[in-house]
């Protein structure tokens, strides 16, 4: 039957539709193929390796079933872990959003040095972060150490202090690193989203009336939104994958204290020989961030239809 121009599929969508969905898949294709092809691959071999005997060298024996898992989830160190890799990346990932979000805010305004500001503040994202976390255990060494020496000087502190010998205080500074670490590659972020906001909507809400904090709460907040989820879910996937800072400063020590699931990971593999339960480990936290970042995604298109 003659339906004009356009013609439904199946799906319910028209040919010009349909055409424009095969060439995106079309497009797509060769870096998904490669992606999967490189992912896949070391996803495979965990696997393989998560469900058989693993010698110390790395030798893959006989199939083990679950055993690997059961002993993992025996260990008496790994409840602590996971909790403090979830303190981790709560503290860092909301340090950072909190940080960065009025930092591109000031950045996206027009004002005398606004160059030399953001070059300041994104110039540390070109830097290495095992470069940034190696100046700052010198910094936090203990007598010879930057921190110390510049605080006895103006007489604020025993000299003696050792920042990263006490487990409160070497985690609060591992996080602290980890938030400076972060804070650049979101306030780009951030600011490209700014960018994208119409100014002709600035100009309007403000004939409005609208103040500050309304235009902001009612305006420039929904307009980001999207932009908040891309930082949310590279920081989320980031930071608890984040191995040079925590392993530069106290190696996990001590005695586990400030030890994140990546850095006991590396720890049950190279350290103790146990490759059969990191292998586990590596697909619990895989399998762990892919249902963290579907749901976030979820999230996200849920509040595009809203």
Request: hydrophobic share 55%.
């Amino acid at each position: 039957m003659q339906r004009g121009k356009s013609t439904k599929s199946s799906l319910g969508l028209d040919g010009e539709a349909l055409q424009n969905r095969h060439t995106l898949l079309l497009l797509i294709a060769p870096s998904a193929i490669v992606t999967a092809v490189i992912a896949l691959i070391p996803v495979l071999l965990l696997v393989r390796m998560s469900v058989s005997q693993i010698s110390r060298f790395g030798k893959i024996g006989d199939y083990i079933g679950l055993a690997n898992f059961i002993r993992l989830a025996e260990d008496p160190a790994l409840p602590d872990i996971a909790l403090r890799t979830g303190l981790w990346t709560v503290s860092v990932v909301a340090g950072t959003i909190l940080i960065a979000l009025p930092t591109a805010l000031i950045l996206n305004r027009p004002f005398f040095g606004r160059g030399l500001a953001q070059f300041l503040i994104l110039a540390p994202w070109a830097i290495s972060v095992t470069s940034m976390a190696v100046v700052w255990r010198r910094a936090l060494g203990d007598e010879a150490g930057l921190v110390n020496r510049l605080a006895s000087t103006i007489g604020f502190s025993d000299p003696s202090i050792t920042w990263l010998g006490s487990t409160s205080l070497s985690f609060s500074f591992e996080i602290l690193i980890a938030i400076l670490v972060s804070v650049p590659f979101s306030t780009v972020i951030f600011l490209a989203g700014l960018s994208s906001i119409p100014t002709d909507l600035d100009d309007a809400a403000r004939l409005a009336g609208a103040g500050a904090i309304g235009k902001l709460k009612y305006l420039t907040l929904p307009l980001l939104r999207p932009f908040i989820w891309v930082v949310l879910i590279f920081n989320v996937a980031y930071v608890t994958n984040s191995f040079p800072i925590i392993w530069i400063l106290t190696q996990g020590g001590p005695a586990h204290r400030t030890d994140i699931l990546i850095t006991y990971l590396y720890k049950l593999a190279f350290t103790f020989g146990r490759l059969g339960e990191a292998a586990a480990l590596s697909l619990v936290m895989l399998c762990g961030l892919g249902v963290v970042t579907v749901l976030m995604l979820r999230m996200i298109e849920r509040s595009d239809y809203a």
